[in-house]
């Protein structure tokens, strides 16, 4: 153990003395490594911790190691203190993160390099919602000293082609975490690159610590997030417009609400493609006089006060974070009617808030002239959105609204932020008629977040449906 911890340390040394540019990974020559002790899997340690009735394992005299080839690089800011590995170059099964107290971790441990990592003295345990390994701490874990690296974590000679993981967003699960992976057909979506301005990757004035961009996929259908440090180097570089395949780690936010995906450098987005898939619109024009049949109608007056909203087939869908439509009343400038339905993100400490609020299912088939109309009002809006969304084949599960057509009812007025937030506003009698489909719904799709210029709120009343 002696001889090759002190290898360690002079390949560690030699190399970093080699480093010539910021973004050149210096030609080092490494002689081959044969590992000693007992050789395990990244899928045992994963097991062992998933097993353990402790939130932390801890490795003491052992001789076991891992074998593992690097996916992640800190060359352009996005990763910090942190090495994650996987278990193999091409189709791997698991992957795990390393903390370790070293800068510039890109030039001694490239992306494609195959290491060994020594787990006597580590432990493992699992942080913002992955599984990592470092020098316990309590009941948690630190990083690896630098001076302790060279014995810990092996450098080979072998740097292996990476090949990622070709997978969709609704196969995304623990076993994908800490794997490099590509998803297809993917683009930012319309609101991050379509709007007035471009967002950046994470340099807009809202954004502190990471950006989060949405980010979605057309076929097969999804939605994910793309997290970008503000210390990276790319921080302020336009998002691209077009669509194409992007290339990142698998990885949960901070508070380990969702997934995201992280990425090396921007080289890891190929959107050259100018065609996207962004809904179309729904757009039948105004009725003058709603439909003599009443199909559905809720001012909410009978749900229960602070409470979600629920029951007389309403659907209320948290996608990311944790706010809920919910029942609100209140006098004053901004009453309530009553009891309305009420969303926002403020202090909610949500990267990002969307819920969605719909309608049962509206029967297209054996009713003509169907409408629909509706009140907003708000308590400043912000950049907050509120939008309306109609599909006609989503299948009425919760697991499949992501992957259903929506299409933008762009005849309905929704409140904007220019309005006065006291008022109500009527979103006009809104056709529904030139819709295909037997069956309907109407969604209600909140997105904000807990930042200042995103945290909104919206207020929803007297729905009505009609037809003929």
């Not at 699960?173 to 979506?189: D, G, P, R, T, V």
């Not at 007025?413 to 309907?440: H, K, M, P």
Request: glycine share 8%; aromatic share 10%; proline share 3%.
């Amino acid at each position: 153990m002696k001889t090759r911890s002190f290898l360690s340390f002079i390949l560690l040394f030699s190399t970093l003395s080699c480093v010539t540019n910021e973004f050149e990974v210096p030609d080092t020559s490494t002689t081959a490594v044969i590992p000693e002790g007992t050789e395990v899997s990244i899928t045992s340690v994963i097991n062992n911790l998933t097993q353990s009735t402790e939130p932390i394992i801890e490795y003491e005299d052992s001789d076991t190691y891992l074998t593992g080839y690097v996916i992640s690089s800190d060359v352009a800011g996005n990763f910090y203190h942190e090495l994650v590995i996987q278990d193999a170059a091409e189709n791997p099964q698991r992957g795990i993160t390393i903390q370790l107290n070293q800068n510039a971790i890109y030039t001694v441990f490239e992306p494609g390099r195959k290491v060994y990592v020594y787990l006597d003295e580590l432990a493992a345990t699992t942080e913002n919602g992955i599984v990592q390994l470092g020098i316990r701490d309590g009941n948690g874990i630190t990083e690896i000293p630098n001076s302790l690296i060279g014995k810990h974590v092996l450098r080979t000679p072998e740097v292996a082609t990476l090949v990622p993981l070709p997978i969709s967003i609704t196969d995304f699960s623990e076993a994908y975490e800490n794997l490099l992976i590509s998803l297809e057909n993917a683009q930012f979506n319309r609101d991050e690159v379509l709007d007035e301005s471009i967002k950046t990757f994470a340099g807009e004035v809202t954004d502190e610590f990471d950006g989060i961009r949405l980010l979605e996929t057309c076929d097969t259908k999804g939605r994910t997030l793309v997290s970008t440090s503000t210390f990276a180097k790319f921080k302020s570089v336009e998002l691209p417009m077009g669509s194409g395949n992007i290339q990142g780690i698998l990885s949960r936010d901070f508070y380990d609400d969702f997934y995201i995906i992280r990425i090396n450098t921007t080289a890891a987005i190929n959107f050259t493609n100018t065609q996207r898939c962004d809904p179309d619109e729904l757009k039948c024009g105004l009725a003058e006089v709603p439909g003599a049949t009443l199909l559905f109608e809720d001012d909410f007056s009978e749900q229960s006060r602070n409470n979600p909203i629920e029951g007389n087939g309403w659907t209320n869908f948290i996608e990311y974070g944790i706010q809920a439509w919910e029942a609100y009343t209140a006098s004053g400038n901004n009453a309530s009617q009553g009891v309305s339905a009420r969303i926002d993100s403020y202090q909610s400490g949500d990267a990002l808030s969307v819920c969605w609020l719909i309608t049962p299912a509206i029967d297209l088939a054996s009713k003509t002239n169907v409408k629909i109309r509706f009140e907003t009002s708000s308590s400043f809006a912000d950049g907050s959105d509120l939008e309306i969304l109609f599909s006609s084949d989503w299948d009425g599960d919760t697991a499949t609204i992501t992957q259903a057509t929506w299409l933008v009812l762009g005849d309905a007025f929704v409140i904007r932020n220019q309005d006065f937030f006291g008022d109500w506003y009527s979103s006009g009698i809104v056709n529904l008629s030139c819709a295909t489909g037997e069956t309907g719904y109407v969604a209600f799709k909140y997105t904000g977040s807990t930042q200042d210029d995103f945290d909104g709120t919206y207020q929803l009343d007297n729905i009505s449906i009609t037809a003929d």
